[in-house]
């Protein structure tokens, strides 16, 4: 059974920072693509930051420079390092894998006063 747990959101004020976890289990981390998704309220879910296997990322360009998504294949966790944050980055913030299947995380709520 695949699980994806995310931790690490909350409350924070513009300009702070935030880091995501997603401890995965179940799937084969090393080989699966990974990514971090967020829908804010009456928005669809989106695309924050994607990480290969092999390290490859992308990025949203609303956050590039600004998020750094990592992973650690030994720890089969993925990282969403949020700096400089804006209310706008405001929404809940889903963990996603992706190895033939695709999974989901429950999702953190991530919070950002203006």
């Known amino acids: 059974q695949v699980q994806l747990v995310e931790s690490g959101g909350g409350l924070v004020q513009a300009g702070g920072s935030l880091r995501l976890s997603c401890a995965a289990s179940?799937?084969?981390?090393?080989?699966?693509?990974m990514g971090w998704y967020r829908q804010a309220p009456g928005k669809q879910r989106e695309l924050v930051a994607g990480?290969?296997?092999?390290?490859?990322?992308n990025y949203a360009n609303s956050v590039k420079g600004r998020f750094t998504i990592s992973r650690v294949n030994a720890k089969k966790t993925v990282y969403l390092q949020m700096n400089s944050l804006k209310p706008e980055d405001t929404a809940v913030y889903y963990c996603?894998?992706?190895?033939?299947?695709?999974?989901w995380g429950q999702g953190t709520q991530v919070t950002v006063s203006s």
């Open positions: 990480i290969s296997g092999g390290g490859n990322t």
């Open positions: 996603h894998a992706e190895n033939v299947r695709n999974y």
């Open positions: 179940g799937i084969i981390f090393s080989i699966s693509t």
